[in-house]
């Protein structure tokens, strides 16, 4: 495994890229997506525990998403099952792939609770949905508003973390560990192309508006 450093023009190719694997297998890719947001939305109506496991689950998951991607970007038509390929290489593989999903949890669940110190647990109760929807009084509401700003800052390290280290567990065998840190300096040896693929993407969702 080696650390690669793109150029900034590489983030435009990335969004190009990501619309042209999508448009190969748009309803295989779609359906595959809200199975993903389904299986988790049932798993989190468990009582207790139903919340975190689906946290747990996210960077299993989100690999399945990756290998339909790869799959769609091959010619190849990625059928249900792929979601659940992060389980298919043994108990070992499976037990690193539940330790990210640990680690992810436990992320979110301090920048929750460090937002719920600051608006007694509205935008928590809003996250994990059981406390209503963005209403208008809540945006009216100073103390939701720097919830959510706070929650916002706090997870962006987080998201650092985890961009790549599903991948690396998966793909490479890295340790989950490990996994988390190499994710961030791979995004912050390359913010300057991450940079460039959000500009991008904005520049896009203003083309389809208009």
């Known amino acids: 495994m080696k650390l690669n450093v793109v150029p900034a023009a590489a983030g435009a190719q990335w969004v190009r890229a990501g619309i042209r694997t999508f448009f190969r297998r748009p309803i295989a890719l779609t359906g595959l997506f809200f199975m993903f947001m389904a ?3 049932l798993v989190a109506i468990v009582p207790v525990i139903g919340g975190i496991v689906a946290l747990v689950l996210v960077p299993a998951f989100t690999v399945g998403l990756m290998d339909a991607t790869r799959a769609a970007d091959a010619g190849r038509f990625p059928l249900p099952g792929i979601l659940f390929v992060a389980f298919h290489k043994g108990k070992a593989h499976a037990r690193a792939m ?3 999903g640990a680690f992810y949890a436990l992320a979110v669940l301090c920048v929750v609770g460090v937002s719920a110190l600051i608006d007694g647990g509205q935008f928590a109760q809003m996250y994990v949905g059981g406390g209503g929807g963005l209403s208008a009084e809540r945006m009216e509401d100073p103390r939701f ?4 700003w706070v929650a916002t800052l706090l997870y962006l390290p987080v998201s650092l973390a985890f961009w790549y280290a599903p991948a690396l567990v998966h793909w490479y065998g890295v340790t989950p560990a490990k996994s988390l840190f190499f994710s961030v300096v791979a995004v912050l040896r390359n913010a300057r192309a991450f940079w460039s693929m959000a500009c991008c993407g904005r520049r896009c969702r203003w083309a389809w508006a208009c």
Not at 145 to 148: Q, V
């Open 39 to 41: 299986a988790l939305s």
């Open 145 to 148: 508003l720097t919830a959510l």
């Open 98 to 100: 539940l330790w990210v």
